[in-house]
T-cell receptor
């Protein structure tokens, strides 16, 4: 158990809908990262928050947004969903948010299926 | 930008065989390098790391050496077990804040 929790575990929805994925980091970790894992794209970094502020942005679509709240939990919002958004979405956390060495602890993931 | 290239899988081995999974990278400056492992149905777990050139990371019988001259961080294990069957990801964290992962290499170990 990494100490990172994600809800829900599974989510099935229809195209055009909007969903929210939730992540609680390990106790004491200030950074939260979101990743998308699919068979064709591999593991793609989406976005990082550090202590409530956006720190880095990767391959995140404009239809997707995220935030980190004062209690450090984070939510990833996916809107106008398309079939291609079906994937595993992972959250990870780390103590710091700096460059270089920064071990990340991954949650179990949320499997999103868009029908 | 930064990038990580690792060998295509799956890698299929018999128990007690020697394992090598190749990983090469492109990055500016002096990145930190990582190997993560993902068991079926789970999230990624850090397997080992190296933060500077010539460092050797090791854990659970796995080893990888940070080779700056060849920009490589190959993962090795002398004797694999069935329980090592998983997907292995090479990753780096370099001059930007953006973590970069390889596409993953699936390892299948037969008894």
């Amino acid at each position: 158990d990494s100490g990172v929790t994600q809800t829900p575990k599974h989510l099935i929805t229809a195209t055009g809908q909007r969903v929210t994925l939730r992540c609680s980091p390990r106790s004491g970790d200030l950074s939260v990262y979101w990743y998308q894992q699919s068979l064709d794209q591999g593991l793609q970094f989406l976005i990082q928050y550090y202590n409530g502020e956006e720190r880095a942005k990767g391959n995140i679509l404009e239809r997707f947004s995220a935030q980190q709240f004062p209690d450090l939990h984070s939510e990833l919002n996916l809107s106008s969903l398309e079939l291609g958004d079906s994937a595993l979405y992972f959250c990870a956390s780390s103590v710091g948010g700096a460059k270089g060495y920064n071990e990340q602890f991954f949650g179990p993931g949320t499997r999103l299926t868009v029908l | 930008g930064d990038s990580v290239t690792q060998m295509e899988g799956p890698v299929t081995l018999s128990e007690e065989a020697f394992l090598t999974i190749n990983c090469t990278y492109t990055a500016t400056g002096y990145p930190s390098l990582f190997w993560y492992v993902q068991y079926p149905g789970e999230g990624l777990q850090l397997l080992l790391k190296a933060t500077k050139a010539d460092d050797k990371g090791s854990n659970k019988g796995f080893e990888a050496t940070y080779r700056k001259e060849t920009t490589s961080f190959h993962l090795e294990k002398g004797s694999v077990q069935v329980s090592d069957s998983a997907v292995y990801f090479c990753a780096l964290r370099g001059g930007s804040y953006i973590p970069t992962f390889g596409r993953g290499t699936s390892l299948i170990v037969h008894p």
